[in-house]
């Protein structure tokens, strides 16, 4: 991300003879205006973001429940249990494996997609906003959907899967397979809204660049990796980073796929319950343990941070090592 | 534009694939809605509409566990003063990080890109210790206030109005007299009104799907989202999945005729936002 800051030197107000209460009130109003129209949002994020954020730590370090009176000081004691909680690192292998399992995939599927978008096509707005269509509908909604799509019974899956001769698989209890179908939910969801993103990338590649690959003798498989692709790389980044923060920490998906006594465990035996619902079992009904919760919540934070951080290293290696990224970088400087 | 590859009948083969698995779930989930509440046993799985949707409605709206008349009212006001909020406070500050001059501008518009990055949501638990406090849990403002600004408005005014609104016709109107104010309201608001535009659309529907807070906060069943209506109907103990995905269709409807209707510009809004991110 980088952001362009303009640097052009301030508005001088025109001068006047003598100094009158209005020129006065103009001064003021060039001088301390802005600072008022910033105001709200710095006020409002102070209040309702980051003071949350920092207060969750503070009651990390509390025995701190609804009901309790009183709320001592325990230091690292909630942390210490997390780590020994086995349902926690259940949690937290679920969350990793679903965020794999529909990642991967879906970045591949928006390239590939972005890919076939970028051509000379009728009806363009049209394919654009078939691919989108799923990004705008409520994630509630969708959730229940595929819960009954990927029903054990009577789920169109498995029907098909029938058709073709596959056994029904038990898309809600079996771990994998419930990993798999709130993947698919995800993907579902968000492989359109990165194609476009992608695609808005790729169409600021300059053409010739294609022209004199394809001079040089190189198909069109490898111009995309060798061209697209490592010149799409800010941009993947970018798609990384919003997945890992949106993908870790993955509510509404799991939380509705699953219906019927204790949803918020996703599953009989927890087989698809990311950490912010195992946040939310401890920290909202029906334990309303606030302390332990807060203590949830920041592993997660900190998960966030190393798993995002751990991607772009990846990335950063993966498209470093193409001698064309390089090359078709100094032609673009 | 003309050198772009030419499309051959293989690629529009893949997106038509693509298309139909987008559209599908959506075109379903109207199907079961119009259907009677047998249409969830049958094999093969009906693909067409059926007449029952008006009785479906009427049942919906009658049952007495999902409150799903309160819902779509509350989720409606709750959209809607959240998206006027966005827009004014992101105007106002986007065109004051872009055009006017200050000390700290650079160091405070990059707390605002960070802010971005933040995953906030992990602070629910404080957050609805607030709410108790402020005793408005249960209660609409409880999701509301929370929601009246946000990073990305003001980040994605402010990089439309650098381009969009003129520095020249501000001078003039200072010569003229203009208060900061009046340049705001007469000169910036309507050289923004396409992103802006772009800005209340996105901001609608992020607030109308939004789930976590909403199921944290509103814990009265008599006073839900339309999502939280939502949950109350799939979590049923008995499940008339036709009346379900009524609720679903209804709840999706607002959205879809949302984009249908400005589709383009959502899609000019988000590939904008990406190359200038």
């Known amino acids: 991300m980088s952001v362009q800051l303009d640097a052009r030197p301030p508005v001088v107000p025109a001068a006047t003879a003598r100094p009158t209460r209005a020129h006065r009130l103009s001064r003021f109003d060039t001088r301390y205006s802005p600072y008022l129209y910033i105001a709200p949002f710095f006020l409002l994020f102070a209040v309702f973001g980051v003071y949350p954020l920092v207060y969750t730590f503070w009651v990390s370090l509390h025995d701190w429940d609804l009901l309790g009176s009183d709320h ?110 709130i993947s698919a939910m995800v993907d579902w ?27 040089d003798g190189a198909n069109r498989a490898r111009q995309f990796w060798s061209i697209t692709v490592p010149l799409l790389k800010p941009t993947i980044i970018f798609a990384v980073i919003i997945s890992t923060i949106g993908g870790l920490q993955l509510f509404t998906e799991p939380r509705l796929f699953h ?75 | 534009m003309s050198r772009l590859w030419r499309a051959s009948p293989l690629t529009y083969g893949a ?9 599908f779930p959506i075109y379903w989930m109207f199907v079961v809605a119009s259907r009677s509440s047998d249409a969830m ?93 402020l005793n408005w849990n249960d209660r609409l403002p409880a999701v509301i206030v929370p929601a009246l600004v946000t990073g990305f408005g003001v980040f994605m005014m402010r990089q439309y109005a650098g381009q969009a609104v003129s520095t020249e016709l501000i001078e003039a109107a200072r010569v003229d007299g203009c208060g900061t104010a009046r340049i705001y309201w007469n000169v910036v608001l309507p050289a923004l009104r396409p992103a802006a535009a772009v800005l209340g659309l996105l901001t609608f529907m992020t607030t109308w799907n939004d789930f976590l807070w909403p199921y944290a906060v509103l814990n009265d069943p008599e006073n839900p989202t339309v999502q939280l209506s939502l949950r109350a109907l799939s979590d049923g103990y008995y499940q008339d999945m036709s009346q379900v995905f009524t609720g679903t269709a209804i709840a999706t409807l607002p959205l879809l005729l949302v984009f249908v209707l400005f589709g383009r510009q959502i899609i000019g809004g988000i590939m904008e936002g990406a190359v200038k991110a």
Do not use: C
């Not at chain 1, 000081?73 to 259940?90: I, K, P, Q, S």
């Not at chain 1, 990793?96 to 995939?105: K, Q, Y």
């Not at chain 2, 997106?15 to 559209?23: E, G, K, R, T």
């Open chain 2, 41 to 133: 046993g049958q094999v093969p799985p009906p693909v067409t509409p059926g007449g029952n949707l008006g009785a479906n409605i009427a049942r919906l709206f009658d049952n007495t566990d999902a409150y799903f008349l309160t819902g779509l009212i509350n989720s409606a006001i709750v959209s809607t003063v959240v998206t006027a909020s966005v827009v004014f406070f992101s105007t106002l500050a986007g065109f004051a990080f872009a055009k006017l001059r200050f000390r700290g501008r650079n160091a405070l518009l990059l707390v605002i890109i960070a802010t971005m990055m933040v995953p906030t949501q992990l602070g629910v638990i404080p957050l609805y210790m607030l709410m108790t406090k």
């Open chain 1, 259 to 333: 219906s019927g006594t204790n949803p918020i465990r996703g599953g009989p035996l927890r087989e698809s319950q990311t950490v912010t619902m195992y946040m939310f079992e401890n920290a909202f009904a029906p334990h309303y343990n606030f302390g332990y919760g807060s203590a949830v919540a920041w592993l997660l934070f900190a998960l966030i941070a190393v798993v995002a951080a751990v991607n772009v290293l990846i990335i950063r290696r993966l498209g470093g090592q193409t001698p064309g990224g390089r090359a078709a970088k100094g032609d673009l400087r």
């Open chain 1, 189 to 215: 969801r968000w492989t359109g809204y990165n194609a476009l993103i992608f695609l808005a990338a790729m169409q600021a590649i300059p053409r010739d660049l294609y022209e004199s690959a394809a001079i």
């Open chain 1, 72 to 181: 001592p000081f325990v230091g690292a004691e909630n942390y210490t249990r997390l780590m020994a909680d086995a349902d926690f690192w259940h949690a937290v292998v679920n969350t990793l494996g679903i965020f794999v399992i529909s990642t991967v995939p879906q970045l591949l599927a928006a390239l590939w997609l972005a890919n076939l978008l970028n051509r000379s096509l009728r009806a363009r707005t049209g394919w654009r906003m078939a691919v989108l269509i799923p990004n705008v509908t409520s994630t509630a909604a969708v959730a229940i959907v595929f819960g009954v799509l990927f029903g054990r019974e009577f789920g169109m899956v498995n029907w098909l899967l029938d058709l073709v001769g596959i056994d029904a698989v038990n898309w809600k209890s079996d771990r994998f397979a419930s990993w798999v179908a």
């Open chain 2, 15 to 23: 997106l038509l694939a693509a298309a139909f698995l987008s559209i």
